[in-house]
Every structure is written in structure tokens, then in C-alpha cells.
């Protein structure tokens, strides 16, 4: 990984960059202020004007592009941002060295305990005076003077505070930590509208490893655009697009950290430090590949899988015989009658020591009741978890406090007759990494994802439900296989997108090459947002079928250009029930 220059640390720390300031502020003796008038304060700070409204937020997608790929950061290395961006910034803050903004400064800087204070950062009215530096970078510092009258989005904050923190930093505040206010001239708006662009790059768009990689710097920076606005209009769903933002933050967190435990590091570490410094560097490692795989899948519809420690496959047990677990709250008659004098039984009223205990071949029964197990998510044996009664009294709740609810990589595996409900998780509410995966008569109510195929790996769904999913209901990713039959898969892909065509995935989701297989019989698709079945295949060719009808966006044989690729994806439907608001079968892009 590469070094990352004060710059990068700082604008990593997004909102509040004051905070890579290493400085006396921290053992400074502050007050702990209150944000109500307090008695014997004989000034009160106005509250600050009205600052630039947002200048990117009214750029389309193509426009952010062509500003930092076509502009600012035309035939510049990844290696070098921090060059363009300050060329950039140059070009225009000579035009006017005098100007009124606001600075937004850390909490840390003025209270003991700024945690207690429930405001993101302390502005303050300043006066900038812009000198460029000789060696100039696009977080050199600025001198800035309390301007009159004296304004603060804390209402009670002493100038007499301001002007001491200011003092100590000799008036001096990184560049990026200023805003400017409106009312003054066009060149002062372009300035608000550089720093912006520049405050954005660094907070959304630029990587520390970036220099690492290989491709075009452009057309990386191009791909977080649209993830951006991917986020933006809501094609994205909202928990991926905060799951995503979270280890973006903790990245930058985590850099930080590195790069302050480095630089109070003396000029030869201890042994304590240099392990301590080596932790710290290879747990930020692991942070940035995760961010790798979020990018590079495009945060696909359940995110990337956490990386997790994988249960090792047992098989079958050496004698060869098998075992029915039993699990239920309480003890009753129906439990009797399921005993067989063929298998070994055994009663548990834990789900999980159940799950845990279980070799190839093994049968888990689940009477009524609700239940929450954590080994659903690294099932690698080929059992049955079977619910004794009506699905829906059977019910296994997720747990929110993890990444996954049911993962099976087990090579014949059946759920039936049971109830999932997904809450507070994501990922797909039943993700089939690899094998074959068998849902019969049971209820899936999903909250994030519905079910996901990977690459290679098989599901056959038989009179079940899936509702809910914010997602698609089903999603095939290339080369998997499915076969649905007599399933209701409603109320899915509920989440809001400003572009039907690209948001809206419906009910089945299938994305090819190499082409999944499908087959769909007997199902009713019905009240979902968008398409009963959404086909993704890459191709400068848009076709849709409406009530039967062909309807192509670009020029060429629309109905062999389907039957081809119902052709190439094996996909057979019979006796199906689509009820979808305007199209049956999509094919996009």
C-alpha cells in the first residue's frame, strides 16, 4: 500500500478534517459548554448567513464525469491526484484573495467532551485571506480573522474561546474546512464551487490504494461516479448504500489512526510499537480489500459476503448412522409420534446446538414456535430441516447482529415447511454459495434481499412464498441454476428508484454469461415494483416484452434477439401467472 501524504489523512476524515490536526489542541484545558444560554455570558454569537446551496447536487451522473474525468483529472496517474486537484483549486483562488466564509472546525477543538455536544462540527463567520504558497497543495492553509459581527452555529460559544483557538493555530485553517457564504461576487461562487468539487473527490472518489491499480485512473474514478449516483436515485437499496458508506468511514477512520500512530512513533519504535503499527497496518488491509469487492460487484443486490471462518464439511458419520433432532420449547404428544425406532432421536431446545451437531444425512424437526439461530449461516452438510405443523407457527428469526441468515454450501441440503423472517440483515435472506439448495412449503418475508444463487450453484423452490424482498425477489447470478414451481413471489423490489429501467427488478432477477438456467412453472408473480422477470445481458440492444409484444430500443430483430436468449438461457416458462403493471419479461443492458 502506498504512503499517504497529510492531505490524504485529512480529508479522509470527511466532515471534520480538523481532526488529523496533530496539535496541543488535545491536551489544551477547554471547557465543557452547554448549548443554552448560560448565566454571566455577556455575548452571544449570531447565527451564521446562509452558505453556497450545493453545486454537484444539480449535475447529472454525465456531468460529474466529465468534470473530474474530462476535466480535472484528464491524462493524470492515479498516483497523482493530489497534483491535478490543486491545479484545479489554483486556478481559481487567484482570481480573488479576499473573501468572507465559514469555517467548520472540530468539536474537539473547543469542548472537553465533544461527544456530549450534539452538533457535527462549530462554524464560525472568518474573513479568508488567500496567499497561494510556493509549493501549493489542495490543503494548504489559509489565514482567516473573526468577522464582524461575530457569527457561530452554537449560539453561546464565547469569542474569547474562537479567538484563543485561532490564536494557537497562529490564525492559520486547512483550506478544505472553509465554506464561503453567498452575497458576494461570481468569482467567489466559482471559488465555493472548486472547493466543493475538490471536497467531494476526497470524501467519496479517492482511495489510498488507487495507485495500485492498473486500469485508467479516469475510468476508475468514472465507476464510483455511478456508484454514487447509483446511491443517489435509489438503485441502490438504502441498507446497502449505508452498509457500503459505513466501511467507507471506517476506512478512513482506520487510515487515520495508522497514520497518527506512525507519526507519534519515535525514530526507533520499541517492539510493542512495531507490532502494535503492524496490527494496525494489516487490519487496514483487510478493511481495503473488503471496499475492493464492494467496487468491483458493483455493490450488487446483497453486498458482498463478509468474510467469515467457514464451518469445514463433516460428511457422513463413521458408522454410517443418522440422527433426528428434535427442537421445540416444550416437550409434547406430537413429539412422540414423530419418533421413529429406525434413527437415533434426540430433543434440544436450542436450534443452534441442533445445527451444530449434525452430520451428512441428519434430520432437524422444529416444532412450533420462534426461533433464532447463527449456524444457519455456514450449513455445509446435506440435512433436512423439516417444521412439524403449519409454516407459519414455525418461525426463525434473524439475527441482526450478523452479516448473513442462511448461507448453505452444502451439496443437497432441503428446508421445509418453515418460516424465515429477515430483520435488520441485508444479504440475501437465503444466500446458496454453492451446491444444490431445496426450499419446499416454505415462507420466506424478506427485508433486504430475497434469495441468491451464485456461480455454479442450484436451487429448486416448490410451493413457497417469498414477499418483501427489497431486491428481487429471486436473483441468478451467471452460470447458476433454479427451478421455481407452484411459488407466490409478491410485494418485492420495494425499494425507490428514479429509473425504472435499472432500479426495478421485480420478482426473478437473472444476470448472464455465462447464462443461468431457469425453469418456471405454475408460479404466481404478481404486485411487484417493476418486472415479473428481469433478464441483464450486456448488449447496446434494449428489448422488453409487453403483453406479448416485442418492443426494442435499438435498431435490429427484436424478436430473435429474445428467442435467442431464451435460447442461450435455457429459461422455460409454463402455466405461469405474471401480473406485473406494465411488462411480463424485461431485458435490459
Not at 473488503?290 to 443486490?301: P, V
Not at 435499438?554 to 409454463?574: C, F, N, P, R, T
Request: hydrophobic share 35%.
Amino acid at each position: 500500500m502506498a504512503s499517504s501524504s497529510g492531505l490524504q489523512a485529512e480529508e479522509a476524515a470527511g466532515e471534520a478534517p480538523g481532526a488529523a490536526e496533530d496539535s496541543p489542541h488535545g491536551s489544551r484545558s477547554r471547557r465543557l459548554l452547554s448549548l443554552s444560554p448560560r448565566e454571566g455570558q455577556d455575548e452571544e454569537a449570531e447565527p451564521l448567513p446562509l452558505q453556497y446551496p450545493s453545486y454537484l447536487g444539480s449535475l447529472s451522473g454525465r456531468e460529474k464525469v466529465e468534470l473530474y474525468c474530462d476535466g480535472i483529472l484528464k491524462d493524470y496517474k492515479a498516483e497523482d491526484p493530489n497534483e491535478a486537484i490543486s491545479k484545479y483549486l489554483l486556478e481559481k483562488l487567484k482570481m480573488k484573495e479576499n473573501w468572507l466564509g465559514v469555517w467548520k472546525s472540530n468539536p474537539d477543538l473547543f469542548f472537553v467532551n465533544s461527544e456530549e455536544i450534539p452538533i457535527p462540527y462549530v462554524g464560525v463567520l472568518v474573513e479568508v485571506t488567500c496567499k497561494l504558497p510556493q509549493n501549493p497543495s489542495a490543503n494548504f492553509k489559509v489565514s482567516v480573522s473573526v468577522a464582524e459581527p461575530f457569527s457561530s452555529n452554537v449560539a453561546n460559544i464565547p469569542r474569547q474561546l474562537v479567538d484563543e483557538v485561532l490564536e494557537e493555530m497562529d490564525h492559520c485553517v486547512p483550506l478544505l474546512e472553509v465554506y464561503p457564504i453567498e452575497g458576494q461576487d461570481t468569482v467567489v461562487f466559482d471559488i465555493a464551487k472548486a472547493l466543493e468539487t475538490a471536497r467531494f473527490f476526497y470524501d467519496f472518489l479517492w482511495r489510498d490504494w488507487d495507485d495500485e491499480n492498473n486500469e485508467t485512473y479516469t475510468a476508475l474514478i468514472e465507476e464510483r461516479i455511478k456508484i454514487w449516483c447509483d446511491i443517489q436515485n435509489g438503485i441502490i437499496p438504502a441498507p446497502i448504500a449505508h452498509r457500503f458508506r459505513r466501511n467507507l468511514e471506517k476506512y478512513k477512520s482506520m487510515l487515520l489512526e495508522l497514520i497518527h500512530y506512525q507519526t507519534n512513533v519515535k525514530e526507533e519504535p520499541t517492539a510493542e510499537e512495531a507490532v502494535e503499527c503492524w496490527k494496525k497496518y494489516y487490519a487496514l488491509i483487510m478493511q481495503c480489500g473488503l471496499l475492493k469487492i464492494w467496487e468491483d460487484l458493483r455493490l450488487r443486490a446483497h453486498g458482498p459476503l463478509t468474510p467469515r471462518i467457514l464451518r469445514r464439511r463433516k460428511g457422513r458419520r463413521g458408522d454410517g448412522k443418522t440422527v433426528t433432532y428434535m427442537v421445540a420449547k416444550t416437550s409434547t404428544s406430537e413429539m412422540v409420534k414423530e419418533l421413529s425406532i429406525d434413527t437415533h432421536d434426540t430433543v434440544e431446545e436450542n436450534l443452534n446446538v441442533a445445527l451444530d451437531n449434525c452430520y451428512s444425512g441428519d434430520t432437524v424437526l422444529i416444532f412450533p414456535g420462534e426461533y433464532k439461530a447463527a449456524n444457519l449461516s455456514m450449513l455445509t452438510e446435506d440435512i433436512t430441516i423439516k417444521g412439524v405443523g403449519k409454516p407459519e407457527e414455525i418461525m426463525i428469526v434473524s439475527n441482526s447482529f450478523h452479516e448473513n441468515f442462511v448461507v448453505s454450501k452444502a451439496q443437497n441440503i432441503k428446508l421445509m415447511n418453515i418460516t424465515l423472517i429477515q430483520q435488520g440483515i441485508v444479504d440475501g435472506i437465503i444466500v446458496v454459495e454453492s451446491g444444490h439448495t431445496v426450499l419446499e412449503s416454505c415462507i420466506l418475508k424478506c427485508e433486504g434481499t430475497g434469495v441468491c444463487v451464485l456461480a455454479g450453484a442450484s436451487l429448486t423452490v416448490i410451493n413457497s412464498e417469498i414477499t418483501g424482498a427489497q431486491g428481487a425477489g429471486v436473483e441468478l447470478y451467471p452460470g447458476s441454476k433454479a427451478t421455481l414451481e407452484g411459488n407466490k413471489i409478491h410485494h418485492c423490489s420495494t425499494f425507490r428508484t428514479s429509473d425504472s429501467s435499472r432500479g426495478s427488478f421485480g420478482g426473478i432477477n437473472i444476470k448472464v454469461l455465462p447464462a443461468p438456467i431457469l425453469r418456471l412453472k405454475n408460479n404466481h408473480i404478481y404486485n411487484n415494483n417493476g418486472y415479473a422477470v428481469t433478464i441483464i445481458k450486456p448488449s447496446e440492444q434494449l428489448c422488453a416484452t409487453v403483453e406479448g409484444t416485442v418492443e426494442c430500443a435499438a435498431g435490429g430483430d427484436g424478436e430473435d434477439y429474445v428467442s435467442k436468449l431464451m435460447q442461450e438461457l435455457s429459461l422455460e416458462i409454463q402455466q405461469n401467472v405474471l401480473e406485473e403493471t406494465t411488462k411480463d419479461i424485461s431485458i435490459v443492458n
